[in-house]
Nanobody, 129 residues
Framework: QVQLVESGGGLVQAGGSLRLSCAAS????????MGWFRQAPGKEREFVAA????????YYADSVKGRFTVSRDNAKNTVYLQMNSLKPEDTAVYYC??????????????????????WGQGAQVTVSS
């Protein structure tokens, strides 16, 4: 398994930006598809974005497409989630996750929590109106 630690959460006004980082411990970090999920109080954990092992493929939930950008730096064992034009409904605990996911049907598979076997502790993002 991979040890994952998120950072960069906080409080921001609607329309503002935040960047989340997720640092991984594994020397095989570049083998993993990395995903971002979020969970608001009383709601199920939902998919936000994912990036393939090489960074060549990215995937987004419709609710964040055009506002959020996922990227990775394999040399630093880190994945990022740049969040712009934040809305109050983006308020949640954000989790990064690591999994081995093949390219076939990846656009569907990356959204499933069961595809990931390592999770971070979560970072709170609060967007005020």
């Amino acid at each position: 398994q991979v040890q994952l630690v998120e950072s960069g959460g906080g409080l921001v006004q609607a329309g503002g930006s935040l960047r989340l980082s997720c640092a991984a411990s594994a020397r095989t970090f570049s083998s993993y598809t990395m995903g971002w999920f979020r969970q608001a109080p009383g709601k199920e954990r939902e998919f936000v974005a994912a990036i393939s092992w090489s960074g060549g493929h990215t995937y987004y939930a419709d609710s964040v497409k055009g506002r959020f950008t996922v990227s990775r730096d394999n040399a630093k064992n880190t994945v990022y989630l740049q969040m712009n034009s934040l809305k109050p409904e983006d308020t949640a605990v954000y989790y990064c996750a690591a999994g081995i996911i093949g390219i076939t049907n990846a656009d569907t598979l990356v959204a499933g929590t069961n595809q990931y076997d390592s999770w971070g502790q979560g970072a709170q993002v609060t967007v005020s109106s």
